[in-house]
């Protein structure tokens, strides 16, 4: 049974950091493109941040850049986000998702990604 499980959610004051991490289940993550997105409630899921396959390409919302980095450790089967500088409009539900393929340019296309995970909660606040 192919699974993700995001795990490092948590309460955390504006200004702090945290590193919320992707674990594949029955599958190697090495050949998939995975992704962060994020889900507000009353709002649409949006892509954070996405990485391909090898690791070359990352893509990153313009609301997270300089801020968020993605990265990921095939040798551990899992992916990584490292958010620093949190802000209260960070919060939210993330997810990581795994997709085989992408079919355009935008590595955080929804659309391509097949596989999620049951998403871990993330509050700014002080």
């Known amino acids: 049974q192919l699974q993700l499980v995001e795990s490092g959610g948590g309460l955390v004051q504006p200004g702090g950091s945290l590193r919320l991490s992707c674990a594949g289940s029955?599958?190697?993550?090495?050949?998939?493109?995975i992704g962060w997105f994020r889900q507000v409630p009353g709002k649409e899921r949006e892509g954070v941040s996405c990485?391909?396959?090898?690791?070359?390409?990352?893509n990153y919302a313009d609301s997270v850049k300089g801020r968020f980095t993605i990265s990921r450790d095939n040798g551990k089967n899992r992916v990584y986000l490292q958010m620093n500088s949190l802000k209260p409009e960070d919060a939210g539900v993330y997810y990581c998702?795994?997709?085989?393929?992408?079919?355009?340019?935008?590595?955080?296309?929804?659309?391509?990604?097949?596989?999620w995970g049951q998403g871990t909660q993330v509050t700014v606040s002080s």
């Open positions: 029955g599958f190697t993550l090495d050949y998939y493109h």
């Open positions: 998702a795994a997709g085989p393929r992408v079919t355009g340019i935008d590595l955080c296309l929804q659309t391509d990604y097949n596989y």
């Open positions: 990485i391909s396959g090898s690791g070359g390409s990352t």
